[in-house]
């Protein structure tokens, strides 16, 4: 199946900062992307999709200017949380869908974001 | 909206035997896809299996298969022969229109010798 990776996995950073996550495509062109959210022992909820060269589209509740994302090209999707805060601190997740849109998504491994 | 209901917060089923975690949505849209997808304390997402709503015949992959009900909109997925790495959180989830997945709320299934 497709590959797709995310960096860093885990990241540790202060209060205040900000932080950005990588989702690449490896092995093939991801029109849309999707970036996840997940808190312990809970589902995946959806925080946006990205479509290479357009703006985000994010899901209700979620706060564009403190998760920013970009999808420059067509194997790369980027999550900046910024100024971030403790409350910010969860497992993201990045999944990516080939042209056809069959339905299925690959996922990325995941990065555990710690706001101390 | 979609909504994808997993009843079964948590399920524990013996080596070797076969147990069945349950799925229902709710949709008006009469075209999607339906995914079981497993989530192992590794937290990286790997998809079980795939349903075409209109695909009548049940998709089977090995000791995975499923049970579509598309009139009552269940999706049940069945693990036969279970194996202690097959111990992992199960999402159901729903694709359509929108082009995105909703998922379930997860099944916790343990794997005991």
């Known amino acids: 199946g497709a590959v797709v990776s995310q960096h860093p996995s885990w990241v540790i950073c202060k209060s205040g900062t900000s932080v950005k996550i990588e989702c690449r495509s490896l092995d093939f062109q991801a029109t849309t992307m999707f970036w996840y959210r997940q808190f312990p022992k809970q589902s995946l909820m959806l925080m946006a999709t990205s479509n290479e060269g357009s703006k985000a589209t994010y899901e209700q509740g979620v706060e564009k200017d403190k998760f920013l994302i970009n999808h420059a090209s067509l194997t790369l999707s980027t999550l900046t949380v910024t100024s971030a805060h403790p409350e910010d601190s969860s497992f993201y997740i990045c999944?990516?869908?080939?042209?056809?849109?069959?339905?299925?998504?690959?996922f990325g491994e995941g990065s555990r974001l710690t706001v101390l | 909206a979609q909504t994808v209901t997993q009843s079964q917060p948590e399920m524990s089923v013996q080596e070797a035997e076969t147990v069945t975690l349950s799925c229902t949505y709710d949709?008006?849209?009469?075209?999607?896809?339906l995914f079981w997808y497993k989530q192992p304390p590794s937290r990286q997402m790997i998809l079980v299996i795939r349903?075409?709503?209109?695909?009548?015949q049940n998709a089977t992959e090995n000791r995975f298969s499923v049970n579509f009900q598309k009139a009552a909109k269940s999706f049940s997925l069945k693990i036969s022969d279970s194996q202690l790495g097959d111990t992992a959180m199960y999402f159901c989830a729903f694709h359509g229109t929108a082009s995105k997945l909703t998922f379930g709320t997860g099944t916790r299934l343990q794997v005991t010798l």
């Open positions: 999944s990516a869908s080939s042209q056809g849109n069959t339905g299925e998504l690959f």
């Open positions: 349903q075409e709503a209109y695909k009548q």
């Open positions: 949709t008006s849209e009469s075209n999607y896809y």
